[in-house]
Structures are given as C-alpha cells and as structure tokens.
C-alpha cells in the first residue's frame, strides 16, 4: 500500500457570522494516497472552497485532525503553516496568479525565494527544469503579458512543481480557460501524475473529474460521494477528437 | 529567508515602477536638498562674519566712553569726555594680558590734495594701531613713537583716499596734503582692505599721532576709544575684565555705581551676529524638515497604495511560503530603498545647488558634513517610520482573502 499524503478524520470547519454558526464542514474524512489524481466536486456552498483552504494550509480546521506527509497541522503557528505551503504544497489558481511584468522564470522561481535552503544557482536551475517539464523552455522570458491564457497556467503549473510538492492543489485550474486549452492543460496533469505526482483538483465541471482517478463529491459540508473512476478518460485522446479550429 | 532575496523582491517592485517611485522620491530629494542647501548657506554667512570680523583682529578690545547720566539724561557717547589719555596709561601700565594698545582720536574732514579734495575721516592713534587693526603697509613707513611724542604732521592714508586725491597715479609717499587746513606730509600708503560686511569702506581713512590729531585738528584733550589687543583670542574675555577693573578703579566708581565706560571683545560682536544668522538657520532648516516630513508622508500614502494595489501578489507570496515577516520586510525594504534612494538623489540636488548659489548667486556657502549626515539618516529614519504602517498592514493580510481580493 502506497503512502497517505492527506489524512483527514472528522474535520470540522465553523465560522462565526454575528450571532449565527455556519458549519462549512461537518466532519468528514478521507485520506489521500501517493499518486493519486483526485478531483473535489461540489456546487457553491458545499464547503469545498474550506476544505481547499484547510487542504493548503491557508486555514485551520476548528476540529478534528488533519495530516499532511504525516505532519499534524492543527495547532501549527503561522509561520509554520507558511513552512509547510512553501515544502510541501504547490498552489494552482484559476486565474493563475503570476507576478507581473515579471519573466516566466522569474516567476517560476518565486516559491524557492522564500526557502532559504535552496540557494540561487540551484533555484533557477530547479526552475528551467520545472518550465521545461510543462513544455515552455522556449518561453523563459516572457513576461504574462506575453503569454496566452494556456501558457500562463503552464508556467503557474512549473511554480506549483518547482519545490517538489508533496501534493499539487488546484483551484479550478481550467476555470478560465477554452476547452481546447483546459484539455491541454488536464493532459499535462495526467501526464505529471503518470511521473508519480500526487494532484488534489478542486472542480465543478463533471468533465475535467473524468479525467481524474478518484472523485470526492461534497455537498453541504458533508462528502456524498467518494468512488474511484472505473473509466479514467484520456484527455490527449480527447484533445485529439475534438475539431480542428480555424485560426 | 535571506535578506538578499528581499532586497532583490523590494528591488524588482521599485524597478517595476519608476514612475511612481521617482514621484515619491520627490519629496525626499527636495526635503534633504533645501536640507542641506540651508545649511550651508547659513554656516557659510556664518563663516564670512567670522572672518570679517576676525579680519578686523579678532581679539581686539574696544573700550569707549558711554552710558554716563548727568542729572538724569543719559548723554549721548560722542559727548562723553570721561575717557582720558590718564586712562590710556594706566591701562597700558597694569593691564598685563594686552600686547598692543592704543589710544584713538577722530574726526571727519576734508582731505585736499592742489585741486582735489576728498571727505575722509582721520584717525589719531599710535604706531600699534596697525598691529591691531592687522593692517599692513602698501609703501612707506609707520610714524614712530616720537613723532607722536613731537605731534608731527605726518600721515597715512587708504587706497580710497589715495585714488581721489591723486588721481594720476604718481606716488604719495612724501607728498604734501591738507586735512581742513592743515597741512601734512603723507609718509606712507595702507594696504587696501576693501569693504567689511557691514559695507564699510576700510580704506577710506587718514591715519595720523594722536598728539596731532587732539591738539591740531579737534583741539581736545579726552580721547573718543581706545583699542587693545588681547595676547590671544581665548584671553579676550579676562582682558576685558582686567580692563574693566581698571577702569572703575581709575574713575574711582563705588560697588553701586554702572559704568561709565564700556568694553567689549570682537568674540562678542562676533556671538551677536552669529546668533543672527543661527536664528536665520534655523529657521530655513526648520522649514526644509517640514518639506523633509511630507516627503516621508508621501512615501507612506504610496506604499500604502501599493498595498493595496498589490494584495494578490502578497496572498500569492503568502500561498506558495512567503511569511508575514517576509512581507513585512518586502515592504519595509521598499519603502527604505526609496527614501535612501531619494536622500541620496537629494544629497546630490543640495551639493549642486550649493555649488549654483556659490557661483552664480556669490553668496558664502559652507556644506557641513554633519548636515548630510543628520539629513541621510532622517532619510533612512524616515522610511523606517513611514513605511512601517503599510508593511504591517501587508504582512497582517489574510492569505485567504487577500488571494481572492479583485
């Protein structure tokens, strides 16, 4: 059995409004194994937006246990959660978040800043590899500005990959983006699980899940599914089927 | 996290945005330039007081009638009678921090030379009289101690005497001139001085034995001051003291009595200007801080704009490991940067400006160095202080939030 990444038991998250105690999350547990690709589903409102923030360690649960590479996160400081993030999590938004007029390197180089182990020679090797493994060597310099939509996500996804994560965790990653590009990207992510990395990817759209190999669906605060996909969808396969576009 | 990877974050932000920093830095520049501008005109009118004074013998002693009441009235100094040649001499005999000393007599005239003629003052001293005043010769000879003795008739006179009543150029030493109607014999010619701060023409004078002067021009027997040097500067004031006694004891005043003398030092002319012009520096010093005071506002009105500006990219940095003691400094070295950057720029603006007003302005000019130190490290104080506010307000932001802020 491979290792668990995520561990959660009985995870609660309440949120104090006036006088009134919304329960974003009702206790709910589920782990996370190495390599997995698992998609978290739901609409607005079924706390999965919490349990992405606790799942990076932008929040704190209120109960229950969290684990993350067999770290204990509850009672961490801040400082210590901002640790974690830079070792061991590697962020994706859906509006990409690059630092602009800033070159893609640069940016790609942002997370190493702030580890003060890695010094600068190892830092912006690391980061030519991580733009390399997303397809963009040919790119380096280009600042966002310069860049499509797809492109940006890629370098946002060399980011996520330049410290080694643990785990990838992505916001709508493809929210912004056309089918074409999303299928572009969901095969990227495919093919960088196949190399071994763990992907947590937070969706609404049913067709980016099929691409995964695990679902997690939450609805209310509470999980309502969690299955593995017995037909894990290729999204090369269905880049390759879709229409060719006249440009 | 290493400092440096800071410096290069804060570094990259500032590069990012010229503009916008070189606006803030305005404030800065312009407050440490009037900075350091005003203060070295004001030490530099300082410095020319000084020295015009000192050029005067900056440790003479002028000692004048004055202050005496009679029935009452306080007279006016140039009625006073009360300083006398008997003075003179016990002064020179008892007053041992002194090495020069002289008596002075003087009155206005005509000085007339065949057709020209010229007003001038002339002044009955002797022979130390140059030694104190630090005036030197251009030709010809000091009257000595028996011609004074003897009354001759004998003077010197300045360049600007010399320019109106032989206006020829042919040499005045041995000359026959007339001051009123007497006549003398012009036996040498003083050294040109030009004007003294005060505007004063140093060359415009007559200089002849006091004897003379007392007894041929005036036809008085008191004497209108008498001026001394003290052996140094530093002696000055016991000097006057020692003057003052002797003085009183001369004029034999009780415990109860003022004065009916005074005596002053040139350190106190000195001081009396000088504190003048400090009022002056202070004053336009004051007035650059404030300037220096709203620079530092405006940097702290920018930063904070630039944090709001600039709350994605902090919950970013916080996302992927930036800690809020990594914002925090971001932001502090920015706002750093920038005023050390403007103080800097500044420094330079006021040397340049000091140099402008030197040359094209004549005025005395003196960069203190004090005055860029004092102004650079407000500078760095300033972002420090000013930009401490937005940088807290950065690193307290919620990751959270801030990654969704629009």
């Given at each position: 059995?491979?290792?668990?990444i995520?561990?959660?038991?009985?995870?609660?998250?309440?949120?104090?409004?006036?006088?009134?105690?919304?329960?974003?999350?009702?206790?709910?547990?589920?782990?996370?194994?190495?390599g997995?690709?698992?998609?978290?589903?739901?609409?607005?409102?079924?706390?999965?937006?919490?349990?992405?923030?606790?799942?990076g360690?932008?929040?704190?649960?209120?109960?229950?246990?969290?684990?993350?590479?067999?770290?204990?996160v509850?009672?961490?400081?801040?400082?210590?959660?901002?640790?974690i993030?830079?070792?061991?999590?590697?962020?994706?938004?859906?509006?990409?978040?690059?630092?602009?007029?800033?070159?893609?390197?640069?940016?790609?180089?942002?997370?190493?800043?702030?580890?003060?182990?890695?010094?600068?020679?190892?830092?912006?090797?690391?980061?030519?590899?991580?733009?390399?493994?997303v397809?963009?060597?040919?790119?380096?310099?280009?600042?966002?500005?310069?860049?499509?939509?797809g492109?940006?996500?890629?370098?946002?996804?060399?980011?996520?990959?330049v410290?080694?994560?643990?785990?990838?965790?992505?916001?709508?990653?493809t929210?912004?983006?056309?089918?074409?590009?999303?299928?572009?990207?969901?095969?990227?992510?495919?093919?960088?699980?196949?190399?071994?990395?763990?992907?947590?990817?937070v969706?609404?759209?049913?067709?980016?899940?099929?691409?995964?190999?695990?679902?997690?669906?939450?609805?209310?605060?509470?999980?309502?599914?969690?299955?593995?996909?017995?037909?894990?969808?290729?999204?090369?396969?269905?880049?390759?089927?879709l229409?060719?576009?006249?440009? | 996290m290493?400092?440096?990877?800071?410096?290069?974050?804060?570094?990259?932000?500032?590069?990012?945005?010229?503009?916008?920093?070189?606006l803030?830095?305005?404030?800065i520049?312009?407050?440490?330039?009037?900075?350091?501008?005003?203060?070295?005109?004001?030490?530099?009118?300082?410095?020319?007081?000084?020295?015009?004074?000192?050029?005067?013998?900056?440790?003479?002693?002028?000692?004048?009638?004055?202050?005496?009441?009679?029935?009452?009235?306080r007279?006016?100094?140039?009625?006073?009678?009360?300083?006398?040649?008997?003075?003179?001499?016990?002064?020179?005999?008892?007053?041992?921090?002194?090495?020069?000393?002289?008596?002075?007599?003087?009155?206005?005239?005509?000085?007339?030379?065949?057709?020209?003629?010229?007003?001038?003052?002339?002044?009955?001293?002797n022979?130390?009289?140059?030694?104190i005043?630090?005036?030197?010769?251009?030709?010809?000879?000091?009257?000595?101690?028996?011609?004074v003795?003897?009354?001759?008739?004998?003077?010197?006179?300045?360049?600007?005497?010399?320019?109106?009543?032989?206006p020829?150029?042919?040499?005045?030493?041995?000359?026959?001139?007339?001051?009123?109607?007497?006549?003398?014999?012009?036996?040498?010619?003083?050294?040109?001085k030009?004007?003294?701060?005060?505007?004063?023409?140093?060359?415009?004078?007559?200089?002849?034995?006091?004897?003379?002067?007392?007894?041929?021009?005036?036809?008085?027997?008191h004497?209108?001051?008498?001026?001394?040097?003290?052996?140094?500067?530093?002696?000055?004031?016991d000097?006057?003291?020692?003057?003052?006694?002797?003085?009183?004891?001369?004029?034999?005043?009780?415990?109860?009595?003022?004065?009916?003398?005074?005596?002053?030092?040139?350190?106190e002319?000195i001081?009396?200007?000088?504190?003048?012009?400090?009022?002056?520096?202070?004053?336009?010093?004051?007035?650059?801080?404030?300037?220096?005071?709203?620079?530092?506002?405006?940097?702290?009105?920018?930063?904070?704009?630039?944090?709001?500006?600039?709350?994605?990219?902090?919950?970013?940095?916080?996302?992927v490991?930036?800690?809020?003691s990594?914002?925090?400094?971001?932001?502090?070295?920015?706002?750093?940067?920038?005023?050390?950057?403007?103080?800097?720029?500044?420094?330079?603006?006021?040397?340049?400006?000091t140099?402008?007003?030197?040359?094209?302005?004549?005025?005395?000019?003196?960069?203190?160095?004090?005055?860029i130190?004092?102004?650079?490290?407000?500078?760095?104080?300033?972002?420090?202080?000013?930009?401490?506010?937005?940088?807290?307000?950065?690193?307290?932001?919620?990751?959270i939030?801030?990654?969704?802020?629009?």
């Amino acid at each position: 059995m491979s290792k668990e990444i995520i561990k959660i038991e009985d995870l609660k998250r309440e949120f104090t409004m006036g006088n009134e105690t919304v329960h974003a999350l009702k206790g709910i547990s589920f782990s996370i194994k190495e390599g997995e690709f698992v998609t978290i589903m739901g609409s607005s409102g079924s706390g999965k937006s919490t349990l992405l923030n606790i799942l990076g360690c932008l929040d704190q649960p209120t109960s229950g246990t969290y684990e993350i590479d067999g770290l204990k996160v509850k009672d961490l400081d801040k400082n210590a959660l901002a640790t974690i993030r830079n070792e061991k999590i590697g962020f994706i938004f859906q509006s990409y978040n690059l630092l602009v007029r800033t070159s893609a390197l640069e940016n790609v180089e942002l997370p190493l800043l702030y580890n003060s182990k890695v010094s600068t020679e190892d830092r912006r090797e690391r980061a030519i590899k991580a733009l390399e493994k997303v397809g963009l060597a040919d790119r380096m310099q280009h600042t966002p500005s310069q860049l499509s939509g797809g492109q940006q996500q890629r370098v946002a996804i060399a980011r996520s990959l330049v410290n080694n994560p643990v785990m990838i965790l992505a916001d709508e990653a493809t929210g912004n983006l056309d089918t074409r590009t999303s299928y572009e990207i969901m095969s990227l992510f495919q093919e960088l699980n196949k190399q071994g990395i763990t992907i947590t990817f937070v969706t609404h759209e049913p067709d980016i899940a099929s691409f995964s190999n695990r679902t997690i669906i939450l609805k209310d605060g509470n999980i309502i599914k969690d299955n593995l996909n017995a037909k894990i969808q290729s999204a090369a396969t269905e880049l390759a089927s879709l229409p060719i576009e006249d440009h | 996290m290493r400092l440096l990877n800071l410096f290069k974050i804060a570094f990259k932000a500032i590069i990012l945005n010229k503009m916008r920093t070189l606006l803030t830095m305005l404030g800065i520049i312009i407050g440490v330039a009037s900075v350091i501008a005003m203060l070295a005109i004001g030490e530099g009118s300082k410095d020319s007081i000084r020295s015009t004074i000192s050029s005067m013998g900056s440790n003479m002693i002028t000692i004048r009638p004055g202050a005496d009441m009679r029935g009452g009235v306080r007279q006016e100094r140039s009625a006073m009678e009360s300083l006398t040649l008997s003075d003179y001499k016990a002064i020179k005999q008892q007053a041992d921090l002194l090495t020069y000393i002289t008596p002075v007599v003087n009155g206005g005239g005509q000085v007339i030379n065949g057709s020209n003629n010229w007003p001038s003052t002339i002044y009955g001293v002797n022979p130390d009289y140059l030694n104190i005043k630090m005036i030197d010769l251009q030709s010809g000879s000091m009257f000595t101690d028996a011609e004074v003795q003897s009354a001759s008739k004998v003077v010197l006179i300045g360049q600007t005497v010399v320019d109106n009543i032989f206006p020829n150029g042919e040499d005045p030493v041995g000359k026959m001139i007339r001051f009123n109607s007497i006549p003398f014999k012009v036996i040498g010619v003083l050294e040109e001085k030009g004007e003294n701060t005060f505007g004063q023409d140093q060359d415009d004078v007559v200089i002849a034995p006091f004897t003379t002067v007392q007894k041929r021009i005036l036809a008085i027997d008191h004497l209108n001051q008498v001026i001394a040097s003290a052996i140094s500067e530093e002696d000055a004031p016991d000097a006057v003291t020692q003057v003052t006694e002797i003085l009183r004891s001369q004029h034999k005043l009780t415990d109860n009595q003022d004065d009916d003398f005074n005596v002053r030092s040139m350190e106190e002319l000195i001081s009396t200007f000088s504190a003048t012009s400090e009022m002056l520096t202070i004053l336009l010093v004051a007035v650059a801080g404030i300037s220096l005071l709203i620079g530092g506002i405006g940097i702290m009105n920018i930063m904070y704009v630039s944090v709001k500006e600039r709350t994605k990219e902090i919950g970013l940095r916080m996302a992927v490991g930036g800690k809020g003691s990594d914002i925090l400094m971001q932001f502090l070295i920015e706002a750093i940067l920038i005023s050390i950057t403007g103080g800097l720029l500044g420094v330079i603006l006021g040397l340049g400006s000091t140099v402008f007003i030197e040359k094209f302005l004549h005025w005395p000019t003196n960069v203190a160095l004090y005055s860029i130190i004092i102004s650079f490290a407000v500078c760095a104080v300033t972002g420090i202080f000013f930009g401490w506010y937005p940088a807290r307000k950065a690193a307290s932001l919620d990751p959270i939030t801030a990654l969704r802020y629009e």
